[in-house]
């Protein structure tokens, strides 16, 4: 069975401070694709990265990072040196290569950065 | 400006109202799909149309009637709803490459049932 599992329910931190997010995930495909989607209020969920199974190099986007790691089943995403711009419900994805429409969603981390 | 544009962004309705939401995308994808949010549950994928066909109804209730003219645009019909079916709806549309599928999403649009 698919599953995303994000522990952190919700997160503060001091704008400036780096943040880390969690996703576990669980799938017996041995082919799936992971994402992270950001929600900010006005509630449209925002695409900020995709990562194939078979590609576990990790990826870094101006201040996001993402650290994919099989062997956890983990693909954790990492703010550097956060703005209050950041602040929102962020979400953790799995799609398997059979049913690439389905999105399994984790619950999501709400993320407020303070000034 | 999203690629993906859904109106109305709020809705009140009451039990015995009909109402439709609509969705339109501008991005030249072949799938559309609804998402529903509750509060304090997981997105849940509602329908998934492939150039204009169904090709999934996650076991949603018949109160809810998607309808989808042509790849560029979807309804969801909504009658006689409850108030647990206040959610956030979300359509979405992706370009289905074989290679993996990115799903984008609109604003979505607040619905209340009351």
């Known amino acids: 069975a698919q599953k995303v599992t994000q522990a952190q329910t919700e997160i503060s931190v001091v704008e400036k401070e780096d943040v880390t997010l969690d996703c576990v995930y669980e799938t017996r495909d041995t082919t799936y694709y992971l994402f992270w989607y950001k929600q900010p209020p006005s509630g449209e969920l925002v695409f900020l990265i995709r990562r194939n199974s078979f590609d576990e190099q990790n990826e870094i986007s101006g201040r996001y990072s993402w650290n994919f790691q099989k062997s956890t089943s983990s693909f954790n995403f990492t703010i550097t040196a956060s703005q209050v711009v950041d602040s929102a419900v962020y979400f953790c994805?799995?799609?398997?290569?059979?049913?690439?429409?389905?999105?399994?969603f984790g619950t999501g981390t709400r993320l407020q950065v303070f000034p | 400006e999203t690629g993906v544009t859904q109106t109305p962004r709020h809705l009140v309705m009451g039990m015995t109202n009909k109402k439709s939401l609509k969705c339109e995308q501008h991005l030249g994808h072949n799938a559309m799909y609804w998402y529903k949010q509750s509060a304090k549950k997981p997105l849940e994928l509602m329908f998934v149309y492939n150039f204009k066909e169904q090709t999934e109804n996650n076991s949603v209730p018949s109160r809810f009637s998607p309808e989808c003219p042509n790849s560029s645009h979807l309804f969801l019909h909504l009658h006689t709803l409850q108030p647990e079916d206040s959610a956030l709806y979300l359509c979405?549309?992706?370009?289905?490459?074989?290679?993996?599928?990115?799903?984008?999403f609109g604003e979505g649009s607040w619905l209340t049932v009351v």
């Open positions: 994805a799995l799609s398997e290569a059979l049913d690439t429409d389905k999105l399994i």
């Open positions: 979405a549309s992706s370009p289905r490459q074989a290679s993996g599928n990115t799903i984008y």
